[in-house]
Each structure stands twice: as C-alpha cells, then as structure tokens.
C-alpha cells in the first residue's frame, strides 16, 4: 500500500511539473541533432585486409593514450581513408580525456573527449573485429556524425552513444 501511495504523489508531481500547475515547474526538453554520414572509400576487397584488425583484441582495459591507438601504423591509414586527413587530425586532437578500451563479443569501442568541454566535442572509435570495419561517431556542436567502413550498419552501441 505504502509503495501504491509513493506512486501515486511521483505521478501526480510529474504531471503538475508537466503542466506547470500548482508549483509552477516546467520539463525542459532537449534535442540531439544526428546526421548519419556513412562513408565508403576507396578500399581493397575485403579478403585481403581480412583480420587485419585483430591486433585491436589486446586492449582491453587500457586507455587509449596509452597504447598510443591512433598511432598506430595500420590504424592510422584506414582512419585516414574512412574520415579524411582533416576529421582524423580533428579525432586525434580531441581525445583528450578518455575511458578504458572495451573489448566485447568482437567488438572494440575507445572512447575520448576535449578537456572541460562536457561531452562536445567527442568521439568514438569502433571496430568489428571478426568483419574488420571500422566505424567513428563524431560529436561536434550540438551534432552526431558517423561513418562506416564499407557502407556497414552502425553497431548498437554506436547509436547509443549519440542517444538514438
């Protein structure tokens, strides 16, 4: 009974907030804008770049900067040709503040945003291992924009991140 009581008043106050009775509250909504790019470069087939992304399984738990991930050789070229040379310089300037590298069911997620910028700019770096694509979100201005290798879907975890 006590629990139908709490329910009851949380409803009521919802509804008053949402209808700016009584209290004179009001729910503030607020809007993402997200713009899916999906980009397909150039590439080769993908037999010949098969597992060539498998070195990204030995992650796990460590941070970006330091295993210095967009450094590296392979990755770097194929961020490159998925984003261009100016979005790739942009991914790699804003990864300043970073969580721990996820390695899960095949899939590696790193994750990185300005410093004291509360979220925008920030990006996120994903990859199918076993299919080898890559993917990116960018958040800039209030805007998701992603892209993916080989006009793949983009991974649930991916949409998440943008609040689909």
């Known amino acids: ?13 919802v509804y008053q907030s ?26 080769k087939s993908l037999n010949s770049k098969s597992g060539e992304l498998n070195f990204l399984l030995k992650y796990n738990g460590k ?4 295993i210095k991930l967009l450094s590296n050789p392979t990755l770097k070229k194929r961020l490159q040709q ?3 040379v100016q979005q790739y310089k942009f991914v790699d300037e804003i990864m300043e503040v970073q969580i721990p590298i996820e390695v899960k069911d095949g899939l590696f997620y790193a994750e990185g945003m300005q410093a004291h910028s509360g979220g925008d700019p920030s990006a ?9 694509i890559l993917f990116v979100g ?4 209030g805007k998701a924009t992603f892209f993916a290798e080989e006009n793949a879907e983009l991974p649930l975890k ?7």
């Open 158 to 164: 991916l949409k998440e991140w943008a609040h689909f």
């Open 63 to 66: 941070y970006p900067f330091e």
């Open 1 to 13: 009974m006590r629990i139908k009581v709490i329910l009851v008043l949380a409803l009521s106050w």
């Open 18 to 43: 949402q209808t700016n009775l009584n209290f004179g509250l009001s729910l503030k909504t607020i809007s993402l804008k997200a713009e899916i790019v999906l980009n397909t470069p150039p590439q």
């Open 82 to 84: 998925l984003l261009g």
């Open 124 to 132: 996120v770096i994903m990859a199918d291992i076993s299919k080898d």
């Open 138 to 141: 960018i958040f800039k201005d």
